[in-house]
């Protein structure tokens, strides 16, 4: 477990809060954003936890974004938010909080708050959630577990309904605050802790270790023969573990499969796109950012012509525009769709309508995952019968066996432990994938569900 969740915090570090290619529709609500940078946090395993960040797609109606993919016009959409005519919300308000790092060394992931704040005016002006203003609280965890425990002692005094969408490095002194509390986290962005992946209060969204299955079936099923995978040397072990899971379930590639690694600091990889390109037809690069980048400019250097996959926001639209020949006909696996798809009509609409702070990666997984959640929490709050507190939200939340989400799979809320071994609150193990045509992200609008893969190990 402890690798597995190094690994997850690795790729998380670098997906959630490494990309400055996204800028926003103009205006300046929600928290200040805080681009950060390389966060400095160990390398990136390029998506064993099918944590993505943003690929810098383009938003409707004005919100900035590069990936060139064609949006559709207009606010129509199937966000499952309130329509536009619920009239103006009245009582008192139904508290949430957020927390993520922002004032952080470790690297920020500020499209929390903003996509915050944009959903709180967004449903505010539809007539609030159950006909009662929202009212999103802001915390800062600071990437330290006791400003997170802060945070969570902050909620309970403030007696919100639940966490709404969370990010910490740590949450292990917050968690069992919450706990005591019974105030339930939904939706949340990134789980690295143990105590995230095990608390029964935590309902997670987005999917762990699934990636590498999902990478192997896709190349499979696009007709790749001989195919690569390259990981930085810290998690190779452990990832290739996965990745031979995967080879022997879908009986593909067990005797062709050539894996290779990469120090965790760019540098000169031509000796190691050497080895990945040696007899190979498509390259599953699972690294981060930068390293992603320094790997196609050694893969270039020896002449490599290799179909290449990647995950969401690692292999983001700057590199594509850096690498337009070794990144055309690229697959790129999303733990949510690209902003560009037609289930964030409206959440495009809501960033044109109300802004959002400049250089807000838009199509990060903190933002898009920020969204969901906040939808669903809208969603479980309309089915409770009787009073809004935090334990009618947990318990109405525990009785959903079969909740659509907005975004495509269908999440059971009600199980004690999600399908996924050693990692009980792992709800969800579907990824879905976006094609790069002429330097666009088109969505494909399939996903791929790792659930029997990944039980089968």
């Not at 452990?238 to 593909?252: D, R």
Request: proline share 5%.
């Amino acid at each position: 477990m402890l690798i597995a969740v190094l690994a997850a915090l690795s790729l998380i570090a670098a997906a959630c809060g490494d990309d400055d290619d996204d800028t926003s529709a103009g205006g300046d609500d929600g928290a200040a954003a805080d681009d950060g940078g390389d966060d400095g946090a160990a390398g990136d395993d390029g998506g064993d936890d099918g944590a993505a960040a943003d690929d810098g797609a383009a938003a409707d109606d004005g919100a900035a974004g590069d990936d060139g993919a064609a949006a559709d016009d207009g606010a129509a959409g199937d966000d499952g938010a309130a329509g536009d005519d619920g009239g103006e919300p009245s009582g008192e308000p139904i508290k949430v909080m957020s927390i993520t790092p922002v004032e952080t060394t470790l690297g920020p992931s500020p499209e929390i708050f903003a996509y915050a704040g944009v959903y709180e005016q967004y449903i505010n002006d539809r007539g609030g959630v159950a006909g009662r203003p929202l009212e999103v609280i802001t915390c800062d965890g600071r990437g330290d577990p006791n400003e997170a425990a802060a945070c969570a002692r902050e909620a309970v005094n403030e007696g919100v309904v639940a966490i709404v969408s969370h990010f910490e490095y740590d949450m292990s002194v917050a968690i069992p605050i919450l706990e005591e509390a019974g105030i339930a986290l939904i939706g949340s962005c990134c789980p690295v802790t143990p105590a995230e992946f095990s608390s029964p209060n935590n309902f997670i969204f987005g999917s762990t270790n699934t990636m590498q299955h999902a990478a192997i079936k896709r190349m499979a099923d696009d007709g790749c023969e001989s195919p690569a995978i390259v990981y930085l040397e810290l998690f190779t072990d452990y990832l290739t573990g996965l990745a031979n899971q995967a080879t022997s379930y879908y009986g593909v590639f067990e005797d062709n499969l050539i894996i290779t690694s990469v120090p965790g600091d760019p540098g000169d990889f031509s000796a190691q796109a050497a080895v990945a390109s040696d007899g190979t037809d498509c390259i599953w690069v699972s690294l981060g950012k930068d390293p992603f980048a320094a790997f196609l400019a050694g893969l270039r250097t020896v002449g490599g012509d290799q179909r290449i996959y990647g995950s969401q926001g690692n292999l983001d639209p700057s590199i594509v525009e850096e690498y337009p020949d070794l990144t055309e006909g690229a697959v790129v696996l999303n733990a949510y769709p690209n902003l560009v798809d037609g289930v964030w009509d409206e959440t495009r609409a809501a960033i044109d309508e109300y802004g959002v702070p400049e250089d807000t990666r838009l199509n990060s997984l903190a933002g898009l995952s920020t969204w969901a959640a906040y939808v669903a929490f809208t969603d479980i709050v309309e089915m409770i019968d009787g009073e809004i507190t935090a334990d009618s939200f947990l318990e109405t939340l525990r009785q959903q066996d079969a909740y659509q989400s907005m975004w495509g799979p269908v999440i059971d809320f009600s199980v004690a432990e999600g399908p996924m071994p050693g990692f009980p609150r792992v709800l969800v193990l579907e990824v879905t994938f976006d094609l790069i045509e002429d330097g666009e992200f088109v969505p494909t609008g399939e996903f791929l569900d790792s659930t029997e893969a990944v039980q089968a190990g």
